[in-house]
């Protein structure tokens, strides 16, 4: 088992470009989670899914991020414009039958 | 509803002392508790869940924690620190039951270990 998979691991980019982090879930589980982590504000939760569709995302922090799982295997976080407030560690995670998360390595992107 | 408290940002043990790391938590509902660690650059890892059945759970690297019902805690201890224990730790709450999802993390505590 690969884990939960996400790529790219680290991304640079200038203010109001598009940025698209991406998540492979361990096959099986049928919730997926998007998280950000900041310093400031710790782990929040931006979206999650269940059996591909959206079920919460509330925490998404405004309409410049959007989320899609197009199918069980993979899922997308999309940020556009980019703005350097949106420099954090992305993280995903999935889960399966049995309570408790499976997380990714992340995605530490900075916006400059 | 649910919240998590984890009391202290950073605690400093000596090796081989006691680790010692506080979570508090606030559930309307019977909660499943989890602690996380996460080593530097790397995603979270799970060190132990409180499902509803015993109330000291025993997890990965001789961590273990117990829920305590009355106290609305579950604290994380481990007898002697090792220096490979060095990481931040976050405690996290969901609801129990059917169709319950989300969890909410704690702020998370780092973890030195002093030679």
């Known amino acids: 088992d690969a884990g939960v998979i996400q790529s790219p691991r680290h991304e640079v980019t200038e203010m109001g470009q598009e940025v698209t982090l991406r998540c492979k879930p361990i096959?099986?589980?049928?919730?997926l989670f998007w998280y950000r982590q900041t310093m400031m504000r710790g782990l929040e939760l931006l979206i999650y899914?269940?059996?591909?569709?959206?079920?919460?995302d509330s925490g998404m922090p405004e309409d410049r991020f959007s989320a899609k799982m197009p199918n069980a295997s993979f899922s997308t976080l999309k940020i556009q414009p980019s703005e350097p407030r949106d420099s954090a560690v992305y993280f995903c995670?999935?889960?399966?039958?049995?309570?408790?998360?499976?997380f990714g390595s992340g995605t530490r992107l900075t916006v400059v | 509803a649910q919240s998590v408290t984890q009391l202290g940002s950073h605690v400093s043990v000596s090796e081989g002392a006691l680790v010692l790391l506080r979570c508090n938590y606030s559930?309307?509902?019977?909660?499943?508790l989890f602690w996380y660690v996460q080593y530097p650059n790397q995603g979270l890892q799970l060190l132990l869940k409180?499902?509803?059945?015993?109330?000291l759970v025993k997890g990965i690297n001789g961590f273990e924690a117990e829920f305590k019902k009355s106290e609305t805690s579950f604290h994380l201890t481990k007898p002697s620190a090792h220096m490979s224990d060095a990481a931040e730790y976050f405690c996290?709450?969901?609801?129990?039951?059917?169709?319950?999802?989300?969890?909410?993390f704690g702020k998370g505590t780092k973890l030195s270990v002093i030679p």
């Open positions: 995670a999935s889960r399966g039958e049995t309570y408790g998360y499976t």
């Open positions: 559930s309307s509902v019977p909660p499943y």
């Open positions: 096959s099986g589980h049928n919730s």
């Open positions: 996290a709450v969901g609801p129990s039951g059917a169709g319950s999802y989300q969890l909410t």
């Open positions: 899914f269940n059996n591909n569709v959206p079920i919460d």
């Open positions: 409180y499902t509803s059945a015993a109330t």
